[in-house]
Every structure is written in C-alpha cells, then in structure tokens.
C-alpha cells in the first residue's frame, strides 16, 4: 500500500487573504483548505470580513470544515507566522478589540506593509469608502440579503455541474461582470482607493470588500484586491524579491482536475485489450 506524499507547501514572504465569510454557505471553505496547505508565508494579512457577523446573527451556520480554516490559521500564528487581521464590516465586531492579540493574531483598523522592494502599500478592507456601506447600512443589508439568495442558487447550480463532473463556477461573479452599474461601481471603488492612497504618500493600497480580485498599476499607484473566498477564490501573494502574484485558485483546481481527469481517461484506454479482428477465409 503505498502511503500518501506530504504536501510541501510554497512559502511566499508575504500572503493577503480577505472576504472569507465563514458563517455562510457560499464560503468555499474546503477549497480554502486546500490552498492554505500548499502556501504558507512569513507574513500572513487577513484583510476583513474573515467572518460574517451579519449572517450569523441572522441564522446560525458553522459547519465543521469552517472551524477547520480557524484552526489552520491559528496552527500557522502558533508556528511563529504573523497574522495581522484588519477587520470588514461584516466582522466588525472585531474593531472592538483593536491592538489585540488573539493567539498570534494581531487585530488593526488598518496597517502598512513594506515591501521587499522598500514600497509602502497600505493594507485596509476597504468599506470606509463604500458610500452605501457608511451612508445607508439598511441599503447595504439588502443587498447583503440579495447576494446571498444569489450564493444559494450558486450553490444548487454547482451540486448539478458536480454530478455531470463539472468543476466550480460562479453565478454571482458572471452576473457581476454582465451588469454595466456594477462594472462602473467597481471602477469608480478601484479609482477612489488608489487615490487614498496616493493621498497617504503610500506607493500602493492592498483591499478587499468588492469581491472583485485585482493586480493593478495605475501610474505611481500599485492597487491590489484580494478578491474572496465565496465568489473567486484568489489571493495575492508577495515573492520574495517584492513582485506581486494573483492567484486564482479556483481556475488552478479545475485545471488539476481536468488534468487528473484526461490523465484517468488515458490510462483506461490502455488498459483495455484491443478486440481481435474477425478472420475472414
């Protein structure tokens, strides 16, 4: 019996994780997992909505595979990995115990993240510049609401793709990219963020809260977002000599699977002994 090969995972100097939402079914925790046990780096940033407090007060939702994530990240700040965890508005409780340390992790309202390079970016989830989010947070629970009934038939729409050996995809992330009001609700988030940051003297800005991932240079300013783990799946992640990488992890695990599944198919075929042909006399 052959015993299974450890995992080594990549280590990066630094890795930038946001918009997880663990309390919620459309957290793709398991897929999350998956990636947390192939990258680990010097520096880990949890940039808001980690969890969602909104969804939780509304309906219990814990399953176990979330408290996994919990415990792969608390094992990593254990090991001596610096966490900083810069709270959203969805786990906005959090902002109640910033300069806190939970088991390694330390709770800010926004921090500054030198590069290898010497660049100064500056690290927030990114919902103090949402004007619905701070002008009319009934608004904001609405649509909260709406996303949401959106992710539940995401995920019946992915139960029928599973069963016909379909890999992950999004609904709410194709309608996202289809609806010109949210196209130009992201450039106008995208355009305002760099230029805080710009404003703060900072070389660059690492965000989250729209769900949308991105690795941007826009003149002097570098815009970074990590995108989320119910939608997309992605991170970014910092090489060791200060380049910039976006990871879709969710277009890296259909590929492997498409790979392992064309791999599987080839060695059926050999496997299966040519008939003999008919002997005509």
């Not at 989830?125 to 038939?153: R, S």
């Not at 995920?155 to 992330?173: A, E, K």
Request: glycine share 8%.
């Amino acid at each position: 019996m052959s015993r299974a090969v450890p995992i080594v995972p990549k280590r990066f100097r630094t890795l930038f994780l946001s918009d997880i939402h663990l309390g919620t079914r459309g957290c793709q925790a398991d897929m999350l997992l998956d990636f947390l046990a192939r990258h680990d780096a010097e520096t880990i940033f949890l940039v808001g909505d980690i969890f969602d407090g909104w969804r939780l007060r509304r309906g219990w939702h814990w399953p176990q595979s979330h408290n996994n994530v919990v415990e792969a990240l608390m094992a990593k700040a254990h090991a001596g990995t610096p966490i900083i965890y810069v709270p959203g508005n969805h786990d906005e409780v959090m902002r109640n115990y910033l300069g806190t340390h939970f088991g390694g992790i330390e709770v800010k309202a926004t921090d500054e993240h030198v590069t290898a390079d010497g660049r100064r970016l500056l690290v927030t989830h990114g919902d103090q510049f949402d004007v619905v989010v701070m002008n009319a947070k009934w608004l904001a629970h609405l649509g909260d609401w709406a996303y949401n009934t959106i992710l539940l038939l995401n995920t019946t729409i992915n139960r029928v793709r599973r069963l016909w050996g379909g890999q992950y995809w999004s609904l709410s992330n194709w309608a996202k990219q289809q609806v010109k009001r949210a196209v130009n609700y992201i450039g106008e988030y995208e355009a305002v963020l760099s230029d805080e940051a710009a404003r703060g003297g900072f070389d660059g800005i690492v965000c989250g809260h729209i769900h949308k991932a991105a690795l941007e240079q826009t003149g002097d300013i570098l815009y970074l977002n990590c995108g989320d783990w119910v939608e997309s799946c992605t991170a970014i992640v910092e090489h060791q000599d200060g380049t910039f990488q976006l990871i879709d992890w969710a277009r890296t695990t259909r590929l492997k699977n498409y790979r392992r599944r064309r791999k599987a198919r080839a060695q059926a075929a050999e496997t299966i002994e040519p008939v003999p042909e008919e002997r005509v006399l």
